[in-house]
Structures are given as C-alpha cells and as structure tokens.
C-alpha cells in the first residue's frame, strides 16, 4: 500500500461495491474467479483459507508492510486475503501518509467518491506526523473511519477542536491516545467527546490538558468499561481529588507520569480511592512535589497489584519492610507483586539508596512470594561493584527458586542495566 501509487488501486477500487461489516471484504470480491482462471491455467488456485494462513506467517510490523502489499497483487484471490490485513493496522509514515490519504479519502466529499477500502481500517496510528497532516484532513480521516475504528493515536500537531467532532462519531473506539498533542486541551470539551465513546477501555490522556473553572467542581463522567487510564502533564491536584472518584470499577491500570502539578497527598488519596482494584500501576519523573520514601507505603495501598514501574526516588529501602507490606487488614502473609520495574531520575542531587538485598530479603522472607522480574535503572549502579553483582545475583537464584516452589509461568530475571 504505502510503496504504491494511487493509481495502481484504482481498478481494485471499482471491484468494490458494498462496504464490509467487521471482517468481510465487499461482497463482490467472493464471487467466482473462473474467468482469470482460463487465462492463467498454470496458476496454483489455493482457497481462501489456505492463503489467509499462509498471511498470517508474515510478521505485522512496518518493514513487512510491503510484503504483505506484493502479496495483494499477486491475483484477484490474493488480493481478497491480503487487502485485510493491510488495511486493518497500516502502518503511516511521512512518507507514505500522502498515498494512504488519496485512498480512503479519495474526494473530501464522501457522498461524491467513496472509498470502500476506508471501512477495513480499524487502527489508525498517526503518532509519526508531525507538520504531515492538517486540523481540517485529520477530521475528515476520522468522519471516514468512524465505522470500525478501534485505536486512534492522535498526531502532534494537527489535532484540533474539530477534531473532537469527528472523534465522538467513532462509537467503537477501544483505544484513544492522546498522550503527543502539543495544543492546550480542554478537559470539558474532551469529556464531552467521552460520553460517547462507551466501548472506550485504554486512554491517554493529553500532556496539555487545560482547566475549566466553570465545571471543576462537578465530577466528569468516564467510559464505563474504561480499564487503563494513563495521566501526564497538566493534571493538577484538584482534577484527582475532584474526578478520580468517579472512575468506572472496571479500572485496573494507572499511570501517573510527569505531572509536576501533583503533591504527595493527592496522590496518596488517589491510590486510596483506586488502590484496592489496581493490578498494574507507573508513577515516573518528574514529580518535583515528591520526595524520597512519599511512597514507602504504596503496596499497602494496593494490595492486588502484580505490576509496578516506579521512580526510585520517590521510595526507600523501607518499601520493602513489613510495615509497608502488611497490614492487620491484609487476607495473607503475602503481597502478589510480580513484576518491579525501578527507574531512576537523571537529578545528581536525588538521594536514591536501593539496593538488591534489599529487594532479596522481601522475597527471602515471603513478603513478596511471587516476584518473578526486577528491571533496574543502570543510575541505580547495581552492577557497579562485585558486591552489588554479588547481590543481584543471589536476588536472581532466590525469584528462581520461587518460580520452582511456586510455577507461575514466568522466567525469572534480575537486569540492572535498563534504560529509562
């Protein structure tokens, strides 16, 4: 697709006379291909099936994009089985976006000429585009997919107010990034946008998010089904205490990252509030208003949770205690931790002191049984003295001996040259 030019689709196009529902091409396309077959009578006539498994050994990444294409000219009936696939996720470039726009878009006047090929798409990537796209050409993209489409990544900068229009038009959206928009964003008119998107299960929220005064002290409504909610930028203070309360029970991935405006209170309120139903949980840098050991007692607070990507600076070695393990409350002696993650922020001045023994002997004594991965930041330096390599090696054989008492499925591993 992207290495074509529109006129090599055209003649496909016309073959097209009646839009797909989920994963059917146009009606037209399964009709009886006897008439190519007397022309090419060496031709290996393979059924559909055959060739959509044949499709599916070929990876879906961008630089398999144009194989995935060569297979749709091969013939009438690999062009059924190909077309699919490479509309469904396509992969947008700067350099291909022109062509991909020239196809499903092929008049700005949908009722005038319309492109069938635009109801196969069902994701729509343009985090790559930067000055590639137009406010008014990324509304018109999402008025033609509004049909199927389930993930949108907004672009950088050309994502705009009549945007949100079209974007409140796509009822099947399962997941909305909105994480690279440069342009101030007004939290009313995106939940505005929201009340329609019910199916809604992953959002990223804008890095410019921007108050309403008018409407700070009314709750928004979120997606009911939403599971994962990923906040950055200008979330304030009042916006948690006033908004996170509301949050469907479906919830069950936060993130919190780079929000400068955040103190340590609101946070901790925050994971009162959502702790006991999170599973997976990321609190990164910067976050000035957080200090060492602010979230020592954070396990507590989420009792369920099995992944946790978090700064190092915003804990001490006594995270890893009793105290902040356990509680009267807790049903176990355990804490279901699988996976830690620890960044670590390029600040010289940040007193960070984690050390591997201090992770070994949290899951030594049991507090934390099934800790399966530790991935460490390589500001840490845990792999800067034999000592600390010593450490983080037996922290290794101890996850490994757990995976052997208790199989979970996962291999153990312990790196501590992980990059933020």
Request: hydrophobic share 40%; glycine share 4%; proline share 7%.
């Amino acid at each position: 697709m992207m290495e074509l030019h529109q006129q090599s689709y055209e003649p496909s196009e016309k073959l097209l006379n009646s839009p797909d529902i989920e994963n059917n091409v146009p009606e037209f396309f399964t009709l009886n291909t006897s008439a190519s077959q007397g022309a090419h009578s060496r031709e290996i006539l393979l059924p559909a099936e055959i060739i959509s498994q044949i499709l599916l050994y070929i990876p879906r990444r961008p630089s398999t994009q144009p194989l995935l294409w060569s297979c749709s000219l091969v013939s009438r009936a690999w062009y059924t089985s190909a077309i699919i696939p490479l509309y469904r996720r396509p992969f947008i470039t700067p350099s291909n976006f022109a062509q991909f726009v020239r196809t499903v878009c092929p008049s700005k006047n949908a009722h005038i000429r319309h492109s069938a090929l635009a109801t196969l798409v069902k994701s729509l990537d343009m985090g790559d585009l930067v000055h590639n796209s137009s406010k008014s050409l990324t509304a018109r993209l999402l008025g033609r997919l509004k049909g199927n489409l389930e993930q949108f990544v907004a672009p950088q900068a050309s994502f705009a107010i009549n945007s949100f229009a079209a974007l409140g038009k796509c009822t099947r959206l399962r997941h909305l990034d909105l994480s690279l928009i440069s342009a101030s964003i007004s939290n009313k008119l995106l939940f505005q946008t929201l009340t329609h998107l019910t199916h809604l299960e992953t959002l990223l929220f804008p890095r410019s998010s921007a108050l309403d005064r008018d409407t700070e002290t009314k709750p928004y409504t979120w997606p009911p089904r939403l599971e994962a909610l990923h906040l950055a930028g200008g979330i304030s203070d009042h916006f948690l205490w006033t908004h996170t309360s509301t949050l469907p029970a479906t919830l069950r991935t936060l993130s919190v990252q780079h929000c400068s405006q955040v103190h340590a209170h609101t946070l901790h309120h925050v994971l009162e509030v959502l702790g006991a139903r999170l599973t997976h949980l990321t609190i990164r840098y910067p976050m000035k208003h957080l200090g060492t050991a602010t979230l020592d007692p954070l396990l507590l607070l989420c009792p369920n949770l099995i992944v946790l990507r978090i700064s190092a600076d915003f804990i001490s070695p006594s995270f890893f205690t009793v105290p902040n393990i356990l509680s009267s409350a807790t049903p176990s002696h355990s804490h279901p931790l699988r996976i830690l993650d620890l960044e670590c922020s390029p600040d010289p001045t940040a007193d960070v002191d984690i050390q591997p023994n201090s992770v070994y002997e949290a899951v030594e004594s049991g507090l934390l049984p099934d800790l399966r991965s530790v991935r460490v930041s390589a500001r840490l330096a845990w792999g800067a003295s034999e000592k600390s390599r010593g450490d983080a090696a037996d922290l290794l054989e101890v996850l490994e001996e757990g995976e052997m008492e208790r199989p979970l499925g996962m291999a153990a591993e312990v790196l501590y040259w992980m990059n933020d």
